[in-house]
């Protein structure tokens, strides 16, 4: 269920609002338990979203390092090798 939550600090070029989004949705999500909440919840859930959003930003806007930022391409491709040998088929 938290497949989109990754690591947004430090990489080159910086977090989007939408990579920011997509990871408190997935957040509000597992806390809740709700993939996608009852008309009666979804106020309250698309708010917290929101808040959770910017949190988030304040967070990673905030955060500082003296490691270089990391490279989107790069952190991808070993996303991709490593599901890749855990989901192999034999």
Known sequence: MCRNIRTLFNFDPPATEEEIRAASVQFVRKLSGFT????????????????????????????????SPRDREVEAARRKARAAERFATA
Do not use: C, I, W
């Open 36 to 67: 996608k909440p009852s008309q009666a919840n979804d106020e309250v859930f698309a708010r917290a979203v929101e808040e959770v959003a910017d949190a988030t930003r304040r967070l990673v806007d905030g955060l500082v390092t003296t490691a």
